[in-house]
């Protein structure tokens, strides 16, 4: 038993190292990177095109996408006027620190401000593999349910923000918006938390005013 623990932290020890080594090579390059996590569908590719086509004339910006096949995600994100790469797991169901290391090698980090990695739909392994990113986003969303931050708190315990999107189907689902965020308060004290329609585009206007306040840390 503690042999197969010691294995997965060894895992973890090499990605943490080469982790350190992608953000040191953001930093050098003044590149401010932002790691969005959530379950399949719940708006990560929306709010990055919705991000880019508000930021873009501000910032410049590049997109990484993972996931398990296909570069659909991609060329949503290109369409909205950015460089993206897209990273195919081949079926893993994380992106790790590696696979951003490959990442960036076809991006010019000296011609970027702003990155946002958009990590597979997994509320599970995401959280365990740090990418050398600064900040991580937890996309949450109202169809998920208003249980989720009680039934995967490590996803909702390690990250730095939260956006609630899909707040327009508020009306027609039980959620319970004041149990949601009693769990997100019990987990992750303080956590900012982003109501957000990517649909009606409501709430949006705050999440972009976070991102750029991120910004200024690089802009400094
Ligand atoms: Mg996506
Ligand atoms: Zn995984």
Redesign the pocket.
């Known amino acids: 038993m503690s042999r197969t623990i010691s294995v997965i932290e060894n895992i973890l020890d090499a990605n943490d190292q080469i982790a350190a080594s992608n953000r040191a090579r953001l930093d050098a390059a003044g590149v401010y990177a932002l790691n969005f996590m959530a379950s399949p569908g719940a708006g990560?590719?929306s709010l990055i095109e919705k991000t880019v086509a508000a930021l873009k004339s501000k910032f410049r910006i590049a997109v990484v996408?993972g996931?398990l096949a296909t570069s659909l995600?991609a060329e949503r994100v290109e369409a909205a006027g950015v460089q993206a790469v897209q990273i195919n797991t081949g079926g893993g169901c994380h992106l790790d620190a590696v696979m951003l290391q490959q990442a960036l090698d076809h991006l010019d980090l000296e011609a970027i401000d702003l990155l946002i990695v958009?990590n597979v739909?997994n509320l599970v392994c995401p959280s365990n593999f740090k990418l050398g990113t600064h900040k991580s986003v937890l996309v949450a969303s109202v169809p998920e349910g208003d249980d989720k931050p009680y039934k995967y708190p490590s996803m909702y315990r390690g990250v730095d923000a939260m956006v609630l999107n899909k707040t327009d189907l508020l009306p027609y689902i039980n959620f319970r918006l004041d149990y949601f965020q009693r769990g997100v308060e019990a987990l992750n004290p303080g956590c900012v938390l982003f109501p957000i329609s990517c649909y009606t585009e409501e709430g949006l206007p705050e999440w972009f005013d976070w991102v750029s306040s991120q910004m200024a840390s690089v802009l400094a």
């Open positions: 990560k590719t996408e996931d995600d958009e739909g």
